[in-house]
């Protein structure tokens, strides 16, 4: 079974930074691809940030230029760096992944809020 863990949510202020991270468990997987996406109340689930095997990385509009996604291969495990938070970027925050003989994964979420 492939469970993924998110960590490091939590309440930060306007301008403020969090790292999240998110570490696979269980059966060890290969995965062609990692990365993060976001569901604020009421609203459609996002990508923030997607990273492949092959080291390339994408990201969602309301992501670029302020943060960065990084890969463990060894441990499959994803990081999203995010600085200068805004109030909009309050959402439950979700690790993917992609296994190309397991499918597609989802983490339980973590949540994260940006509120002075």
Not at 15 to 31: A, H, M, N, P
Not at 74 to 95: H, I, K
């Amino acid at each position: 079974q492939v469970q993924l863990v998110e960590s490091g949510g939590g309440v930060v202020q306007p301008g403020g930074s969090l790292r999240l991270s998110c570490e696979q468990t269980g059966s060890i997987v290969s995965f062609s691809a990692m990365g993060w996406y976001r569901q604020a109340p009421g609203k459609q689930r996002e990508l923030v940030a997607q990273i492949f095997s092959s080291g390339i990385s994408n990201y969602g509009d309301s992501a670029k230029g302020r943060s960065a996604i990084s890969w463990d291969s060894g441990e499959n495990s994803v990081f999203l760096q995010m600085d200068n938070l805004r109030p909009t970027d309050t959402a439950v925050y979700y690790c993917n992944a992609i296994s190309p003989t397991r499918g597609t994964h989802w983490g339980q979420g973590t949540q994260v809020t940006v509120s002075l």
